[in-house]
């Protein structure tokens, strides 16, 4: 070997471990640096024609792609699950133990006893105004807790933007680094730089988006959902929100692929990461909680209704006047049964009294007069308007019903019949149209509308836009019904059902309750985006009198409040009971004492009345005291449930972490003896150069 051969494998090798030592301190001030992956060097010995020169080193990254890949599903995982956990903690913080006093489900009991002891002393002022702000209490504890859902949702919305937003900067972060990556693998220059960061943010992309990884041959990664959609290579995908699915106030999220102008639904792509978790949350999870929530205010107020139309005050108002039904005076009475209409005085005693048989068709007064009525509420009216004579009138119009009493001094009292009471959909005639009631709401309560498939369905010509979910809530599918003004209610849910073909299915049950489920496994629920429909003059679309969708029914919850007229005047709640079957004329019926009315009251908290089947709680006939532990519970369960799969994700999570950061990442001490190495090659390389030195001058001053 010549003397210059000497030299320049010197050189090589002090190159070569200043480098290693310049890699061995990278590795040391990254310790604790996030996403980092220790470089690894190897020494490569080079050839020459005429022997070996010198060495030279590589600089790699050590990654794992099992491990990587690994982690980034555990990620996702665990980002999916904590967010679902999160929100449905506080979703069941905001319901609670329906033992612990500072919950809503708290309030009810507070309500029922007060109605109690008004019973013990109707005739008080005090107690009155106790029992309505017992039950102010309670109706603003419901609205407060269902806004507190509805902000939960709001801002589960809030942050899916956000995450989509952060997703769509890392997305062109290392699309961009991929173009820097491939510049310097083709130039030969090291990269490791650039893949460190581009690392990091694969990292955090794949917490809000599952994603699998593959390298490019140039250098860089490509990126694609865990079922192929691609979302960067040199170019990013762009995530948005859905405009297609107007009507929708919580649009899912679209992409569109790098160099394409295409929109793909993204949602049922991914299974994981916080995106997901996000949209579940916002879609599914609350939802079912509002829609539960929902049925168990309405329930609440029903029964208070029910109970409150089967009493009277005293003395008796002068007129009544319902809510709106949705019903129209050409429906069917589809009443059966004996109700009483009496028209009685300031003392209580009978002036007139209205024994109305709809087995029968007839209308039979205090004074043995008959008058036959038809089969429409229509014709009822007719004929009761004109058989009280100048003593009362009744009126129905834009779906309201209204008796007053007319002759001075006069209110009016209605009775089912004790032994045959009036029933339609389960419900009183009072209670079927609101004469009485105590908790108003701007909408139906109740979707037994007690319509039966031979009725007209009285909507106008219209459109609704159906959409169909999965099982977490995104919409997989939107379609357009049209409803022809003129056909028959059983003639429109044949028609649902043809438009849902293969996807679900339109029921009519007896008590005239229209309800759409889903038959096939994929879909979730059908939800109503947009309704053009109206009822005949009762300003009622198709969804509200039928409850359709998922906004309508949970909006139950909000905005109830005790009638304004109550408000106004206590002496109008209703604590009494009126006997009027077989009352004749100048009979006592009424009496300021008579707490029957509020004994009613109290016993409707345990009192079993039939709830429909909202969000994850089955159909069930049960009290409301117990609906609400039932309810209580379930949001428990989901919590627990929840909060259990964010446990073991994160401890997969971790295992894998570990394993990845053993092989990935910087052991100081491995790090310093490595240093030590190459100090000590760096100044062995330093004395071979020296010794060539002097060999050299050796030779020239023997010459």
């Known amino acids: 070997m010549s003397i210059s051969n000497i030299m320049a494998t010197g050189l090589s090798a002090l190159a070569a471990n200043q480098q290693a030592l310049k890699a061995t301190s990278t590795n040391v001030a990254n310790v604790n640096t996030v996403g980092y992956s220790r470089l690894d060097v190897q020494f490569i010995s080079r050839q020459a024609s005429g022997g070996l020169t010198g060495v030279e080193i590589e600089v790699t990254r050590v990654a794992n792609a099992y491990l990587a890949a690994a982690e980034m599903r555990g990620a996702a995982d665990v980002a999916s699950a904590d967010i679902l956990s999160q929100f449905m903690d506080r979703a069941q913080g905001l319901l609670g133990d329906p033992s612990d006093s500072s919950t809503v489900f708290a309030t009810l009991d507070p309500v029922f006893a007060s109605f109690g002891a008004l019973a013990v002393d109707p005739a008080s002022a005090l107690r009155r105004s106790s029992t309505l702000s017992d039950l102010t209490t309670l109706l603003a504890q419901l609205d407060t807790t269902a806004e507190e859902l509805q902000a939960l949702r709001d801002e589960a919305h809030s942050r899916v933007v956000s995450s989509m937003d952060e997703a769509n900067s890392l997305m062109s972060g290392i699309a961009k680094l991929n173009q820097s990556i491939q510049r310097s693998t083709i130039s030969g220059a090291s990269a490791s730089e650039a893949e460190t960061e581009q690392q990091r943010m694969i990292d955090r992309l794949s917490e809000i988006v599952d994603i699998r990884l593959q390298t490019r041959p140039l250098g860089g990664v490509e990126l694609r959902t865990t079922d192929g959609m691609l979302l960067v290579d040199l170019d990013a995908a762009t995530l948005g929100l859905d405009s297609s699915t107007n009507g929708e106030p919580y649009p899912g999220i679209v992409m569109v692929a790098p160099r394409s102008t295409t929109e793909t639904p993204l949602e049922t792509h991914i299974s994981g990461g916080e995106l997901k978790g996000l949209l579940r949350a916002r879609d599914k999870e609350l939802v079912n909680l509002q829609l ?347 919590a627990e449930a929840l909060e259990g799969a964010r446990a073991a994700a994160e401890s997969v999570r971790s295992e894998v972490q570990e394993r990845r950061m053993s092989e990935e990442g910087v052991n100081l001490d491995e790090e310093l003896v490595k240093m030590t190495t190459y100090q000590q090659a760096y100044a062995a390389a330093s004395r071979m150069i020296q010794a060539a030195k002097d060999l050299y001058d050796i030779c020239l001053n023997m010459v």
Not at 355 to 377: K, P, W, Y
Not at 408 to 430: C, E, H, M, Q, Y
Not at 440 to 456: E, K, M, V
Request: no cysteine; glycine share 14%; proline share 3%.
């Open 292 to 638: 539960a929530f929902g049925e168990f205010v309405a329930g609440a107020a029903e029964a208070l209704n029910a109970a409150h139309n089967a009493a009277s005050s005293v003395p008796a108002p002068g007129a009544m006047t319902g809510r709106n039904t949705g019903l129209l005076d050409s429906d069917q009475l589809n009443f059966s049964g004996v109700t009483h209409v009496g028209i009685v005085d300031d003392a209580g005693n009978v002036v007139r009294n209205f024994h109305i048989d709809f087995d029968n068709g007839e209308i039979l007064d205090d004074q043995a007069n008959v008058t036959s009525f038809g089969n429409s509420i229509g014709a009822l009216q007719a004929a009761l308007d004109g058989a009280m004579g100048g003593d009362g009138s009744i009126s129905f119009a834009n779906g309201v019903m209204e008796i007053r009493a007319d002759a001075p001094n006069t209110g009016v009292v209605i009775t089912d019949d004790p032994s045959n009471p009036a029933l339609r959909a389960g419900r009183g005639f009072s209670h079927t149209f609101g004469l009485n009631d105590l908790v108003s709401h701007g909408s139906p309560q109740t979707y037994a509308t007690g319509l039966s498939a031979t009725d007209d369905h009285g909507l106008s010509d219209g459109d609704l836009t159906f959409a169909l979910r999965d099982q977490d809530g995104a919409i997989t599918r939107t379609f357009d019904f049209h409803v022809t003004a003129g056909t028959s209610l059983g003639t429109l849910r044949n028609q649902l059902n043809a438009a849902l073909q293969g996807y679900g299915t339109a029921t009519l049950d007896a008590n005239g309750r229209l309800s759409l489920t889903p038959t096939n496994n994929s879909i979730g629920s059908i939800d109503v985006l947009q309704d053009s429909t109206i009822r005949g003059d009762t300003g009622l679309s198709m969804s509200e009198l039928f409850g359709l969708g998922e906004q309508i029914p949970m909006e139950r919850a909000r905005s109830n409040s005790i009638r304004a007229d109550i408000v106004a005047n206590p002496n109008l709640l209703a604590a009494a009971q009126a006997d009027l079957a077989g009352a004749a004329a100048g009979t006592r019926v009424l009496s300021p004492g008579d707490g029957r009315g509020a004994l009613t009251l109290e016993a409707a908290g345990t009192k079993s009345r039939t709830f429909a089947s909202a969000g994850g709680l089955t159909g069930q006939v049960t009290s409301i005291s117990d609906y609400a532990a039932r309810l209580a519970g379930h949001a428990g369960v989901r």
